[in-house]
Each structure stands twice: as structure tokens, then as C-alpha cells.
């Protein structure tokens, strides 16, 4: 028996011979009269010297009790803790439009994996395990994929103010396992992995992807077999399903193809992001210019203080205004009142309503800052409850603070009560939900209940969007944006650092959801002082943000801020719904990318200089993603960047230029000579 499955350019192809079935091709879109019986022969194995005398298949569930030699997709106990090996038979296929379920039957178990097309070109697929009787599962892999037999791994490792660092590594017999056990997709290492083809840069060549859209930590299994050949599999870190039951199930793994490099994958994963797994509160609703009083006041909130900065961010163009922490309980420093969600009266006599008043007088929207998860030792709701702590009383503390057992309904019915609470007395039309510790244990109820949590909150409140923010960027995953509406991708707004993390995070998320702020002149978290020009171009390549003390601007820092920001919200609605295509530069010092619209009429490169180049003289910028029969009128609109050694008749500091595709993905663009902490922005418009 043999099925397939098939969206945007990629193919799941499918067989079994009476077992758990397997992948007999994962991949660029095979021909639709393709037969897959003769392709399911294809991939008979030979046999040899040192082999058992039939090979083991590498199914969707390799099974530990078929001799298999690798990691098995799942590991299974009775209650009392005697390991289960059952011998599982395929029992038969149920399938529909875009959607095919594939069962299996052993001994009072019936294991389904589950696999959806969707228009956005992405492939979900997702295990469920049904007993008659309770069981424990120790592991369960959501449907396992085969790796191809070139190329490299792409995973992501990170810290704090420090997110998507892209690691290659290539493949070798073993296994590469990565395990995020914090209670959160984590700063170390998220859910992401890249199998690169051969030779595969950001804009050629073939990749595969998949992302586990989990928010609660994960494992992942990248495994080359004795016999070479390999498996991928994802599901929640072992152990973390700590309670027996009768039905188990496996977050959605998405699966991504390119045949165009780096940049298809891009593509594919930042529309499914934005337009399949965001549910926004009214899409028709352009991304409001954020303001935000953390970097200006941390816990020092006065009335007059922040109405001021608010005049002043108005003016600059801001259009929302979000109170950061500091408002509630006794919340004079991160050592108390997390839980206690009531307005601190001593800050705000009369409530949040007075500067909410004022905001509203200039026309921006209100958010408010909340980490309803997490709970400090000194806060009336840890004196009142205790016993709702998660982990053990005796833990260490992260930021002085503990964390919530989310899986406790009462817990879940008091934040609800909490937050709402807040949000029905207030016009809030926005919440950045923080998360700033890791969790004491792993336990896959936790994220159900934040996800419980969420959905109720805005059921209740529809209209309200949410950021995720733990840490910066320490749970960025398509399981929790499918709750929310944006990222807080890092607690760094040095704009040297963010270039860098804006550029490899493209490969995920797009840019509307993609939270990037204008930071002080000296950077809180490096100690650099960077130009405004090139904070503010960088804020501008995402969704646009200001997060320092506005009073601090010079004259020409306000201009500057004040001219990106209007560029920006003139820009924002073909940006925001178009692509991010990362630019091959010939320049390590130059970092660089395209956004390009939906309809592919205009774009936007930014081209960053972020150290020094070796050369004396900048190096040709290659665009991509355009018509090579296509003319193209290009304008640099920031020549005033230019530095005083910049001598020369460069043509883009005078002229626009009209060039076709061909030759601006061929030859490329030459830019003015750059200091480093530059930002050089070309417009383009297809004539």
C-alpha cells in the first residue's frame, strides 16, 4: 500500500508491507504520475556480511522491539514501570482533501500518525498513541522523517541577549541530540533544524526543514544508522509525560522543501507563520509603531515622567504605549509581588487611568507589561498558596522568582481571573506576557496549561494581541504564536547584535511578528554607543519599536528617528507582508537582506556594515529573489550616511539607476564606502 501527500513544492511519499508504515520519499515535488509502487521497490535495501538476515525499516515509529538499531520512536512501560515492546500492524489509512491518517494496531494500542497539507506549502504531521489501559510513555517521536545522504545540519543555539546562532554540522555515524529540558523552546537551542543540500547557500541549491511547534522544550534526534542510513525525529524531552494515561500525542512537527536554497525555506515558514499559525485579532490592522518605558525607567514609574515620554514618542510617531513592569503589587525591584496582579496604589492613586487618558489623547493605543506564570516568594499569593508552586520549595530562583503549576486547574482559574480582571477595568489593546526563568522540572502539563491559559484569555478578550517574551527570545515557536502575535526575539537592542540575530531568525519568522526596538544611545546590555541612524534603519527591518528615555535625543537623533519611523509606517504594508531573503555577501563585514513584496513589484535591501572590511573598496551586493527580464528603477535613500572618507562618484549617492534583474542578482550593486555601525537602505521598484 502506498500514499502521498503533497503542498506547495514538496512531497511525503509513503509505503508499508504490513507494518508501521514508512517514507519512502521526502522531497521536491515528485510528478503526479509518479508510480509508487515501483519507487517503494526502489527503496529495497541489499543484505550483507555482518546484518541481520532482514533490515529493520525505519518507519514514521521505529519500533524498539524489532531489532531496529537506532533510537526508537517511542519508549513505552506498563504502570508499574515493566517496559511494553508491542509488534505493531498496520491497520489501514483514512484519508482526505490536503489530510492522510495513518493507523496502527498491537495489543490494546493503536498508534496513529497524522499528516496535513496546507496552502501556505508546509506539511504538519503529528503522532497520537491510544491505550485500552493505562500506560506510561518515557518517549514518543512525532512521525519520524528520513534525512538525505548530502550536505550538512543547520540547527540554532543561543544565550541571553545572544539568540540564533546558526551551527552547522555535517553528518558522521552516530548521533546528534539535542535536548532542551529548561521548560521552554529556550535560548539554547529551539526547535529548528536545516538539512542542507550539497553546496546550498542563501540563494541556491536544495534544503529540507522542520520545526517542532512546542513551546514546552524538546529533543531531537538527528541519527546516521550503522547501515547509513539516517532519521530525524522531535517530540518532548524524555520523561516529561510524568503521569500514566490512556491518550498521548506529539505536538506537529512542520515540514518545509527548497529547491531555492536557504531563502525557500525562508519563505515557506515565514507565510506559514504569519498567515496560517498567528491568529491576528483583525489582519486588516496595520503593525502599530511600539513604544516601550522599560529601557527608560525600569520600576520607577511616575505619572508625569512617563506622560511626558509619551508626548515625546507620539510626536516621534509612536502609536502604541506599553507600561512595562513595575505596576502591580509592592513591584519596586524583581524581588517581590510577581502573582499579586492588583494596581500598586502607591505608584497609581488613581489607577492606571490618568496616564492611559493622556495616552489616549495622542492617539496612541495602551499595552501593559504581565509574567502571570511566574510567582516571587515574596508576594501575598505565595503566602496565601504554596502548595501551587511548581517543583520543589527548597528550589533555587531565577531572578528571584518561582514558578506556577500551570497544570493545577485553580491555578489556571486565578490567573484568568487575575489578568482579566486588568484587562476588563482597562482599555488594553495589548499585553507583553514575559517568562524569565526556567522551570524546576519538565512536564509536558505545564505547556498545556499555558496554552489553556492563553486560549482563555483571549476568548475573553479578542481583540487584545500578546507578545511572548521570556528572557528576550527563550520561547519563540510556532506553538506559542499559534497564542499570540509577536516575539520579543532578544533583550538586546544593541542594533550590532540585533543585526546579526534579525538575519538568521529570518530563516523562521517573518517580520511582523518579529519585535525590534531603537534602544538609548548607550546600549544597557553591551555599553556600545551606536549612530541613531543605524539603530533606527535597524529597529526598521521588523516590526518597529523605541525602548530608551526619549528625553536623552538630540535634536538631529529626533529627526533621524522621527524620518525612519515615517518611512517605516509608509513602507509597512507591503514589508510586513512580503518575504525576507537573506543576500549572500561577498562581504563577511557586510551583512545584508531583501524584502520583497507579495506581488514582487517592489523591494527594500538593507545592506548592514557591521566591522571593517578587508578590502579598501566595498564589494558588489548580489540581490535575489527578482525578475531577470525585469527592470528595475533602484534609489539609495540614505546617502547623508555616507562617511566623510567616502571621496568617490559612486552613482547611487546622486542618481537612481535602472538595471534588470539579471544584472542586480548577477553583477550587483555598489554602495558607498561604509564605517562599520552602517546602514545602507536601497528601494527598488519594478517598472
Not at 491497520?91 to 491518517?101: F, I, K, M, V, Y
Not at 540563494?203 to 541519527?223: D, F, I, K, N, P
Request: contains cysteine; glycine residues 8%.
Amino acid at each position: 500500500m502506498h500514499w502521498r501527500i503533497d503542498a506547495g513544492g514538496q512531497t511525503i511519499a509513503l509505503a508499508t508491507s504490513g507494518g508501521i508504515p514508512e517514507v519512502i520519499w521526502w522531497g521536491p515535488s515528485l510528478p503526479m504520475d509518479e508510480d509508487l509502487a515501483q519507487l517503494a521497490l526502489a527503496q529495497a535495501n541489499d543484505i550483507t556480511g555482518g546484518m541481520l538476515d532482514r533490515l529493520p525499516a525505519l518507519s514514521l515509529s521505529p519500533e524498539p522491539g524489532r531489532a531496529f538499531q537506532g533510537q526508537p520512536g517511542h519508549l513505552l512501560a506498563q504502570v508499574d514501570g515493566t517496559p511494553l515492546a508491542p509488534a505493531f500492524t498496520f491497520d489501514r489509512a483514512e484519508a482526505s482533501l490536503g489530510r492522510l491518517t495513518l493507523i496502527s494496531r498491537a495489543d490494546g494500542l493503536t498508534l496513529s500518525h497524522h499528516l496535513t497539507a496546507h496552502p501556505t506549502g508546509v506539511i504538519t504531521l503529528k503522532t497520537t498513541l491510544q491505550s485500552d489501559a493505562p500506560i506510561r510513555v518515557h518517549w514518543l517521536a512525532a512521525p519520524v522523517l528520513p534525512a538525505p545522504q548530502q550536505g550538512e545540519m543547520i540547527d540554532i543555539h543561543g544565550k541571553w541577549i545572544g539568540e540564533f546562532h546558526l551551527i552547522r554540522t555535517p553528518w558522521s555515524p552516530g548521533i546528534r541530540q539535542r535536548e532542551s529540558r529548561t521548560g521552554r523552546s529556550g535560548h539554547e537551542h529551539p526547535p529548528y533544524l536545516i538539512l542542507a543540500g550539497q553546496g546550498c547557500t542563501n540563494t541556491q541549491g536544495h534544503a529540507l526543514a522542520l520545526h517542532y511547534a512546542w513551546s514546552g522544550g524538546h529533543r531531537m534526534v538527528a541519527e546516521e544508522l550503522p547501515d547509513g542510513r539516517r532519521q530525524i525525529q522531535f517530540g518532548a524531552p524524555l520523561g516529561a509525560e510524568t503521569a500514566p494515561g490512556t491518550h498521548f500525542e506529539t505536538a506537529e512537527v512542520i515540514a518545509a522543501c527548497s529547491t531555492t536554497g536557504l531563502n525557500g525555506i525562508a519563505a515557506t515558514l515565514q507565510q506559514d507563520l504569519r498567515d496560517r499559525v498567528v491568529q491576528w485579532p483583525d489582519p486588516a490592522r496595520p503593525r502599530p509603531v511600539h513604544y516601550n518605558c522599560w529601557e527608560a525607567v525600569y520600576f520607577d514609574h511616575k505619572l508625569d515622567t512617563l506622560a511626558e515620554i509619551a508626548t515625546r514618542a507620539a510626536a516621534l510617531g509612536a502609536e502604541r504605549f506599553v507600561l512595562d513592569d513595575g505596576w502591580f503589587g509592592k513591584r519596586d525591584d524583581d524581588t517581590t509581588s510577581l502573582g499579586d496582579w492588583t494596581i500598586d496604589r502607591a505608584k497609581w492613586p488613581d489607577g492606571l487611568h490618568p496616564l492611559i487618558a493622556h495616552i489616549h489623547s495622542l492617539g496612541m493605543t495602551f499595552g501593559l507589561w504581565f509574567e502571570p506564570e511566574m510567582i516571587n516568594p515574596n508576594s501575598d499569593l505565595y503566602r496565601a498558596h504554596p502548595d501551587w508552586l511548581l517543583g520543589p520549595a527548597d528550589q533555587i530562583t531565577g531572578r528571584n522568582q518561582m514558578v506556577l503549576n500551570l497544570a493545577l486547574p485553580q491555578v489556571r482559574e486565578n490567573l484568568f481571573h487575575q489578568v482579566s480582571a486588568i484587562l476588563t477595568e482597562y482599555p488594553i489593546d495589548y499585553v507583553k506576557w514575559d517568562h524569565n526563568r526556567l522551570l524546576p522540572v519538565v512536564d509536558v502539563a505545564q505547556t498545556h496549561g499555558i496554552y489553556d491559559l492563553l486560549s482563555r484569555l483571549r476568548a475573553a478578550h479578542p481583540t487584545v494581541e500578546i507578545e511572548s517574551c521570556a528572557s528576550g527570545g527563550g520561547r519563540i515557536d510556532a506553538g506559542i504564536l499559534a497564542h499570540t502575535h509577536r516575539v520579543w526575539l532578544s533583550d538586546s537592542n544593541d542594533a550590532l547584535e540585533r543585526l546579526r540575530i534579525q538575519h538568521d531568525a529570518a530563516l523562521f519568522l517573518p517580520a511582523a511578528v518579529t519585535g525590534s526596538h531603537v534602544g538609548p544611545r548607550h546600549c544597557h546590555t553591551s555599553g556600545r554607543v551606536l549612530p541613531m541612524a543605524f539603530r533606527a534603519w535597524v529597529a526598521a527591518q521588523r516590526h518597529m519599536g523605541f525602548e530608551m528615555d526619549l528625553r536623552e535625543l538630540t535634536e538631529d537623533e529626533a529627526l533621524t528617528l522621527a524620518k525612519v519611523t515615517r518611512w517605516w509606517k509608509d513602507n509597512r504594508d507591503w514589508t510586513l507582508q512580503g518575504t525576507i531573503h537573506r543576500l549572500d555577501s561577498d562581504d563577511p563585514a557586510v551583512t545584508a537582506e531583501l524584502q520583497l513584496a507579495k506581488d514582487g513589484h517592489r523591494f527594500v535591501t538593507f545592506a548592514g556594515q557591521a566591522t571593517t572590511s578587508r578590502q579598501i573598496l566595498p564589494r558588489p551586493l548580489r540581490l535575489t529573489g527578482l525578475d531577470p527580464a525585469a527592470r528595475y528603477s533602484v534609489t539609495l535613500i540614505n546617502p547623508e550616511d555616507a562617511p566623510r572618507q567616502s571621496r568617490g562618484a559612486t552613482a547611487l549617492k546622486t542618481t537612481p539607476l535602472t538595471l534588470t534583474g539579471q544584472a542586480l542578482m548577477t553583477r550587483g550593486l555598489l554602495l558607498p564606502v561604509a564605517w562599520p555601525a552602517t546602514m545602507w537602505v536601497v528601494e527598488g521598484t519594478r517598472l
